[in-house]
């Protein structure tokens, strides 16, 4: 590894930061977008229940904008149950925005990364090329120089689309895994305000 680096020279550092930060992303977005911690299967049906058992006690509202995201927009239409439907519809909507915006967090990164990397082994390209036309001279050409140039130039061009590559990968991955939830819970919502106006039956 040291050797690779040592070859590569120093533009392959900021793709070596860019790599750490892209793995630390792919990580954290694998793990916070799952169903389970997003939108759990039960949790109409338990929210639906508790409503009719209890109404709506200040408990539930806690939990549930404690909880999972899909469980943030039912506190927010379940806190607005007997207002109107135009002022529920706008308190889900505002509940949805700011879900949708935190499941998207980072993913902005992370194709910026993947936009980015190519360029990055680019710059290291460049450089590499540089020095190679720097090592020449009119008595010739140093071996050592012109190695270590190209080095340089093919190594930071591999580094930066081996980075590139699975990071657009899961960044579109994960945009469509976002788009998927955001309309799983956008009918979740719709099922939660017709239960709880009489409208249908769970």
Known sequence: MFALIEA?????????????????????R????????????????QVVQEFRQQGVTP??????AGGSPLGQIFAAGIKNAKSSPQIM??????????VAHELE??????????????????????IGMIEI?????????????????????LYNTAMGIIVAI???????HFRSRVDSLIVEMESQAVLLVEILRGERQN
């Open 89 to 98: 519809k706008e308190a889900l909507d505002d509940a949805g925005r700011a």
């Open 105 to 126: 967090r980072f993913l902005t990164t992370l194709g910026t990364l993947a936009s980015i990397s190519p360029l990055l082994g680019l710059l290291g390209t460049v």
């Open 30 to 45: 694998a793990w916070s977008l799952r169903s389970s911690i997003v939108a759990p299967k039960d949790l109409l049906n």
């Open 166 to 172: 699975p990071s657009m990968i899961f960044y579109r």
């Open 8 to 28: 590569a020279g120093w533009p392959i550092w900021p793709l070596l930061l860019a790599s750490v930060i892209a793995l630390a992303i792919i990580g954290e």
């Open 133 to 153: 036309f720097g090592s020449q001279a009119p008595s010739g050409s140093n071996p050592i120089v012109l190695a270590h140039g190209i080095s340089v130039a």
């Open 59 to 64: 408990p539930l509202l806690v939990r549930l």
